[in-house]
T-cell receptor, first 110, second 113 residues
Framework: KQEVTQIPAALSVPEGENLVLNCSFTDSAIYNLQWFRQDPGKGLTSLLLIQSSQREQTSGRLNASLDKSSGRSTLYIAASQPGDSATYLC?????????FGQGTTLQVKP | EPEVTQTPSHQVTQMGQEVILRCVPISNHLYFYWYRQILGQKVEFLVSFYNNEISEKSEIFDDQFSVERPDGSNFTLKIRSTKLEDSAMYFCASIGDSYNEQFFGPGTRLTVL
């Protein structure tokens, strides 16, 4: 069964810290990896897409990496801000659909 | 910037009633999806749709569910006889080409009483 797991489930950090969110997947057939942000009760905002042929993608203070051989992806957030507080979801693209992890809920304290 | 839109934002219905959730995907996209997220749980795939037919569906997508693209812009999810356990946030998504970035709509919160 294809599964995506994210750790930690929740994270609280002071403003300004650099942090890493982890995502692991069980199926090597996962082709792409997409990171999303979800604010409470809201939709999914795509942050970064890493395609199978890539190892990392960067957007502003965000950097995501993909290691298919170990089944892992990380999302690095530099110089965190209170506005980064949200749930971060990773999702692997496999056999025609996205498979989601349960998310990491991040709180950045001022 | 193009975006996926969904209506209504919140739908309240009585158990056993039919509901239709509407989505307008990004205009030049070819692949369309419905996902759902029960409160506190993972986002789950329901169905994918391409070239006017279902490409794949999950175990959740039983005979009570159907999808349709009635015209060139709308993509709908119908639940024929809603159950309490259908209460969830329903997300529509679309992509232009296979294996590319999926863009999600803001969701419809369905509450079944």
């Amino acid at each position: 069964k294809q599964e995506v797991t994210q750790i930690p489930a929740a994270l609280s950090v002071p403003e300004g810290e650099n942090l890493v969110l982890n995502c692991s997947f069980t199926d090597s057939a996962i082709y792409n990896l997409q990171w999303f942000r979800q604010d409470p009760g809201k939709g999914l905002t795509s942050l970064l897409l890493i395609q199978s042929s890539q190892r990392e993608q960067t957007s502003g203070r965000l950097n995501a990496s993909l290691d298919k051989s170990s089944g892992r992806s990380t999302l690095y957030i530099a110089a965190s801000q209170p506005g980064d507080s949200a749930t971060y979801l990773c999702a692997g693209w496999a056999t025609g659909k996205l498979i989601f992890g349960q998310g990491t809920t991040l709180q950045v304290k001022p | 910037e193009p975006e996926v839109t969904q209506t209504p934002s919140h739908q309240v219905t009585q158990m056993g009633q039919e509901v239709i959730l509407r989505c307008v995907p990004i205009s030049n996209h070819l692949y369309f999806y419905w996902y759902r997220q029960i409160l506190g749980q993972k986002v789950e795939f329901l169905v994918s749709f391409y070239n006017n037919e279902i490409s794949e569906k999950s175990e959740i997508f039983d005979d009570q569910f159907s999808v349709e693209r009635p015209d060139g812009s709308n993509f709908t999810l119908k639940i024929r006889s809603t159950k309490l356990e259908d209460s969830a946030m329903y997300f529509c998504a679309s992509i232009g080409d296979s294996y590319n970035e999926q863009f999600f709509g803001p969701g419809t919160r369905l509450t079944v009483l």
